[in-house]
C-alpha cells in the first residue's frame, strides 16, 4: 500500500513537472511572449521595456530554472492587470469555485447513482428508460446554454432563484446542477453499466442463496462492487469540473477562478493566466492522487496487491 | 472459451453478407430495430445535409446585415415574418441562415479534429500496444497522467495564446484528443497481442502487412469509429465553449458558439439569438451520440452467432 | 426413510433473444433425508438449471419456472418451493437448504473479508449476536478443516487458494444446519488431488451433520464413492435413476452405458478404447416429442422417434426411461 502511494506520488509529481514545463513552453512558443502579453498598439519601445523588465531576454534555460524556483514557492509574478501577486488572486477566488464543483458534484451523485443503479437492477423497466435518457440529456445538451435557458426561465420568469453573483444559499443551485448535468449523465451511464454487469456475477447468486434481505444485497454485495470504478470517475470528474466551471462561472457571474480566467483572457494578463492553469492542474492532481487512495481503501485487492 | 473473446479477423455480422447490397439491407434491419440508431443517423445525416448544401438551402447571406431587419422575433410571434424563420440578430443577419451555416464550422471541426487525433492516437497507441516493454510504459503513463490533466483549462489556455482561426482549433482539439485514442488503440492491440493470433499468423508465413491490413486493422475499426463518433460530438460542444468564450473562429464566421456567445447579452430581451443555435447543438450532439451508441452494439464483434 | 423434497415435473424455460430454451421438460425426483443424490449429466442436460430453479436462483428475466410442483418437508410442515412468497423463500435459502456453487473464485465477494461473508449468513438466520456469529464463523472454519481459522476470518478471497476457498464455500453453506445441501459441481473448478480432499470432507460433514446432499456433476466417477443414489439426465429430463451400485451394474439407458464406457477404467483390459458417444448434446430450442437421445443411440427404433419414453420402473427402485431393453437387445414390450 505505501509503495503503491508513493509510486503515485512520484508520478503526480512529474506530472507537475510536465504542467509547469507545458505552461512555460506555451507562453513562449509564439515567438515573442511579451508581444502576446501587451496590447496591440504598444510600441516597440514599450514592448522592449516589458521585455526587459519579466527577463525574457535571458536565455531559456534561465528563464526556466528561475520560473520553477519560483514556482516552487508558489510566487507566479505579477497580475498585468490588477499589479498584485498573482497566485494570491487565483487562491482568493478557490473557494467559491470548489462550492460550486463540489455542490454540483454532489447533485450529480446523489440523483446519479441511485438511477444508474435502479436502471442496472431492472434493466427494461421505466426505471431504466428514465436513466438511459438522463445519461444521453446529460450527455448532449450543452450546460453552458442550457444555463443561459434556466436563467430565463427560473430566474427570471419565476424569480425562483437568483440569477447571477454568489449570495444567499439558493445562488448555488442553479449553477451547480446545470455544471453538474454531464457529470450525473455519466455517472448514470456507468452505474448502470457496472450494475448490470455485477448483478450476473456468480457472488451475487451466492449472496441470493444465503437468503440475505435485498436491500442488502444490493447495498452490501452490488453497489459496493460497483462503486470501484463510479468513485475513480467521480474522481476524475470532479477535477474536470473544477477546470470546466469557466462557462459557468461567467455565466451566472460567480466569483471563481473560472471566472477569473475568462477575464484574465480578455485583458490578455498572461500571467494570470498562468497562475490559474498551474493552480487548477495542481488541485487536479491532488485529487486524482486522492481518488487513487480511496480506491484503494475500497478495494483490498490494490491493497495487498502492492 | 478461448474463441469466444479471441478477436479473429472480420467475423461481425456484417462480413458474413454477400453482396453490398445484402449488408445495406442487413444495416437497414438492424437500424430498424434500434430506433434510437435510426433517428441518431437521420439527425446526423440532417445536419451534414445542412453544412454540405447550404449556399442552396440558407434563404439569407448569413453574413448580410440589413439594420432596419435587426432584431426580429421567430416567425411565430409577434413582429416576425416568414422571411426570417426564426428571426434576426442585433446586426439584422438571418438566423436561420446563420445557424446553417454554423453547421459547417462545427462539422469541419469535428471531423478533422477526429480525424487528426485518431490518426495521431492510433499510431500512438499501436507503437504501444505492439512493442510493449519500456516504450509501452512511457507512452501508457505519459497519456494517462495527460488524460488526468483538466482538458477543458488547457484547450482554453492554447486557444487563448494561438489566436482565433479555424486551423487552430482544429489543431488544438486533433492534438489534445490523440491520447484518448492512444488509449482504445493500445487497448485493442494488447487484446489481439495475447490471443496469439497474430503468432499463428505469422507461423503461417503472413507477412507483416497481411497482418496488419487483415488482421489488426478490422479489430481497431469498429471501437475506432464508434469513439470517433462520441469524440466529434463532443468537439462540436468544445467548438462552441470555446466561441462562446471568443476563442473559436473569428466573429464575423457564423459558427453556434459565436451565436451564442453575441445572444448571451441579449438574452432577456432578444432570447432566441442565444436560443436556437443551443438546439441545434444539442440536436446535432443527440444524433451523434444515439449513432455511436448504435455503432457500438453493432459492430461489437461478440455479435457473431449466426441467427435464424 | 422420510422424504425430505419431492419434485414433481419441473419445467423450465428461458426466452431469449434468439428463441426459447427449453432446458427443464418435466424432472422428477425424491430425496430422502440423510440421503445422497447425485444427479449427473453433460453439460446442458438441464441438471444445474433444474435444481437451481427450485429455489429460483436462475436469472428470471429471461427464465421462466412455467410448471411442476417441488414439495420441502421441512421444519414446519411441507411446503411447496416454487410457490412461496419472496419471504419464505428468503428464509430457506441458506437457512434449510445450503448452496455450494462450481467456481469459489468468483462466487465469493472479492471486497469482503472471509469472515464477514459467513458472518452474515449466520446472522442473518441464527439469532446470534455478533460476538456468537463470529464465535461459529470460528468454529466452522476449523470444521471445513482450515488451518488458522482466527487469521483467514480476517482474509479476502483472493488471498487463499483455490481448495480454501470451496471450503469457506462448504462452510457459508452448512453455517446454519441445513437439511439440505445442493452442490453444484463443487470439484470441477479443483485441481484433482484437492477434489479427493473436497469430497472426503463432504463426507465427513455428511456423517457429522446428517443433511442431505444433492451432488450435480458431469463426472461419474466422483459419484461411485460419495452417491446413494443417481439420477441420470439428458435433454432437460431425466434418463434413468437408481441406487448406485445398481446403476454401475445393471445401467439400463444407452446414455448411461455410454457414459460409463467412456469412463476409464483401471480393471479392465488396456487395448479396450474409451468409447465416447457419437454425436452432439441436443439443441434445447427445438421442442421435441421423442426422446432426445434417440439421434446419438445406437439402439434407436421407430418409437423413439414417435414417443418421449417414461421414467418407469424397470427392475426395483430402479427407473429407466428407455423403449428399448438393452438386457434383451429388443424393444419392451410391456404396456409401456
Known sequence: MLRYFLIRLGQSLALMFGVLLLVFMMLRVTGDPAALMLPREASAAEIEAFRERMGFNRPIIVQFADFLSKAVVGDFGESLHFRTPAMTLVTQRLPATVELAATGLLFAVLIGVPIGMMGGLKPGSAADSLARLLALMGQSIPNFWLAMLMILFFGVQLRWFPTFGRGAWNSVVMPAFVLGLPVMGQIVRLTRSTVLEIRSEDFVRTAYSKGLEPPVIYLKHILRNASIPIISVIGVQFGYMLGGSIYIETIFAWPGMGQLLQLAIGWRDFPLVQAIAIFTSTVVIALNLLTDLVYAIIDPRIRYGF | MASETSPRPADSLLDIQRTWWDRLAFIGRLLW?????????????????????????????????????????????????????????????????????????SLTVGFFGVLIAGTLGMIIGAIAGYLGGRVDSVITNTVNLVLSLPYLLFVVFIAAIFGRSLLNVILIFGITDAPIFARVTRGEVLKIRESGYVESARCAGASWARIVFDHIMPNLIGPLITLATFEMSAMIFYEAGLGFLGLSVPPSVPSWGNMLAAGRQYLTSYPWIATFPGVAIMITSLGMNLLGDWLRDVLDPRLRRARK | MAIILEVRDLKTRFYTV????????????????????????????????????????????????????????????????????????????????GFVFQDPATSLNPILTVGEQIIEIITRHLHLSRHEARERALQLLASVGIPDPEVRLGCYPFQLSGGMRQRVMIAIAIACNPQIVIADEPTTALDVTVQAQIVELFKRLRQELGMALIWITHDLGIVAGLADRVMVMYGGRPAEVALVDELYDHPLHPYTIGLLGALPRLDVDESRRLVSIRGTPPDLM?????????????????????????LVEVRPKHMAACFFDIERGEPRHDGN
Not at chain 2, 440578430?89 to 436561420?96: A, C, E, M, P, S
Not at chain 3, 427445438?286 to 417414461?310: L, T, V
Open chain 2, 33 to 105: 430495430r434500434d430506433k434510437g440508431g435510426m433517428l441518431g443517423l437521420f439527425l446526423f445525416l440532417l445536419v451534414v445535409f445542412s453544412a454540405v448544401f447550404a449556399p442552396w438551402i440558407a434563404p439569407h447571406d448569413p453574413l448580410e446585415q440589413v439594420m432596419e431587419d435587426s432584431k426580429m422575433p421567430p416567425a411565430w410571434s409577434v413582429g416576425g415574418s416568414w422571411e426570417h424563420l426564426l428571426g434576426t440578430d442585433t446586426l439584422g443577419r438571418d438566423i436561420f441562415s446563420r445557424i446553417i451555416y454554423g453547421s459547417r464550422v
Open chain 3, 18 to 97: 434468439d428463441g426459447v430454451v427449453h432446458a427443464v421438460n418435466g424432472v422428477s425426483f425424491d430425496l430422502a433425508k440423510g440421503e445422497t443424490l447425485a444427479i449427473v449429466g453433460e453439460s446442458g442436460s438441464g441438471k444445474s438449471v433444474s435444481v437451481m430453479s427450485l429455489l429460483r436462483l436462475i436469472p428470471m428475466p429471461p427464465g421462466r419456472i412455467e410448471s411442476g410442483q417441488a414439495l420441502f418437508y421441512g421444519s414446519d410442515g411441507p411446503k411447496d418451493l416454487l410457490r412461496l412468497s419472496q419471504k419464505e423463500l428468503r428464509d430457506i435459502r441458506g437457512g434449510a437448504i
Open chain 3, 286 to 310: 427445438i421442442p421435441i416429442q421423442h426422446c432426445p437421445f434417440a439421434w446419438r443411440c445406437d439402439y434407436a427404433f421407430p418409437r423413439c422417434w414417435e414417443e418421449i419414453p417414461p
